[in-house]
């Protein structure tokens, strides 16, 4: 019986993307969002960047021949992530277990010295969702994790959470599978209901607390809405968002809009009784209405946060800046204000009922 601990202390330890062109999708990593290139390497069917700011890895993968398998994602999907690496002391012992509760064994353990971004480590790969994978990476004294840039004036601190769109019918068994095959426990449930689309959404996390995923399907009860368009243009599961923590989240507004981010726009009407439901601690509310952050709390204490425009050609995934103060779930009021905001972009409306003119 594989020890439990062995399989729940799992972190984050990359973010891989796959991407059509590397050079513009890491100059706009490095331009717009302040990360640092730590790496760069090149073998006869791919071109990669490791960036890096804070503790965040992100890990750009450009195929360049139909060998690789990016080329295939990028066929279906488009640019997206392909893969959330997790760290883990024991990699033989966490797969083994992952691949007995029903994980699909893509890479069996092994020393991949130039298969890795960060050097020789131990690593094997098992799936995840869609055609998303899971490297799990174990490091030992020749192969010290990698260090972060001390940050930059963005100041991402680290990858909060990922959002997943999953088919409908597809929540319990995901669930199910990363509490069977990972350690993972359900830490929040919600019905989202946005005008007469709705979907459900059930939020995993390591024992850890470093690696949180929400998954989201479409209610089959409901009109087809945001979710389903993603599943379309995506065509299948996979990454919705990635949310990056900050310090201040106004002040990261402020200096990724500077820097040419676009973020999605927040009713007028959600500040005008903002101050109504909250006593606001740490932002003013003129602060949240110029930049357009959203703010609601639960029993841990308060949370600020926004979507990016998504700038993907299919318009499929995009990211979030949260700022927690204290907050250690999502606010349910803010759950909804933010799946408002993508569908006021989404149909090109200026309020929820109101054509934009």
């Known amino acids: ?18 991407v059509g062109n590397l050079d513009v999708a890491a100059r706009g990593w490095v331009e717009e969002y302040g990360f640092t290139v730590a790496a760069t390497d090149r073998t006869e069917d791919h071109r990669r960047t490791t960036l890096r700011q804070g503790p965040i890895t992100l890990v750009l993968t450009e195929p360049t021949s139909d060998r690789h398998p990016g080329a295939a994602y990028l066929q279906t999907h488009g640019d997206g992530v392909a893969d959330i690496a997790l760290s883990t002391p024991d990699v033989a012992a966490a797969f083994e277990a992952a691949v007995k509760a029903g994980a699909e064994s893509i890479r069996e353990p092994g020393r991949h010295s130039d298969a890795e ?24 004294g020749s192969a010290p994790a990698p260090s ?5 004036d963005v100041d991402l601190l680290a990858i909060d959470h990922f959002a997943v769109c999953l088919d409908a019918g597809d929540l319990g068994p995901t669930v199910a599978f990363y509490e069977r095959a ?11 209901v946005v005008g007469a689309q709705a979907m459900n959404s059930t939020v995993v996390q390591s ?3 470093a690696v949180t995923l929400t998954l989201i399907e479409p209610d089959r009860n409901a009109d087809p809405g945001q979710i389903d368009d993603f599943l379309k243009d995506h065509q299948g599961a996979g990454i919705q968002h990635i949310a990056f923590n900050s310090a201040d989240a106004v002040r990261a507004v402020q200096e990724l809009s500077r820097r040419g981010v676009e973020f999605l726009k ?27 952050v959203l703010a609601d709390e639960d029993h841990g204490g308060q949370m600020f946060q ?5 700038t993907h050609p299919r318009h499929t995934i995009f990211f979030e800046i949260i700022e927690r103060q204290g907050a250690e779930t999502f606010g349910s009021a803010n759950i909804k204000a933010l ?5 006021l972009e989404r149909t090109g409306q200026s309020e929820l009922g109101t054509s934009r003119r």
Do not use: C, K
Request: hydrophobic share 35%; no cysteine.
């Open 148 to 152: 972060g840039n001390p940050g930059s």
């Open 339 to 343: 799946y408002e905001a993508v569908e």
């Open 266 to 292: 927040t009713p007028s009407t959600y500040y005008d009784m903002l101050g109504e439901r909250i006593a606001l601690e740490t932002h003013a509310l003129n602060e949240l209405r110029s930049t357009n």
């Open 1 to 18: 019986m594989t020890p439990r601990s062995t399989v729940q202390n799992f972190e984050i330890d990359y973010v891989e993307m796959y």
């Open 182 to 192: 990972l350690g993972f426990r359900q830490i929040f449930e919600e019905h989202i």
């Open 207 to 209: 024992a850890s607390g």
């Open 117 to 140: 971004p960060h050097g020789p480590v131990v690593t094997a790969t098992i799936g995840g969702f869609g055609d998303v994978v899971h490297t799990l990476v174990q490091r030992d």
């Open 306 to 310: 926004i979507f990016t425009a998504s």
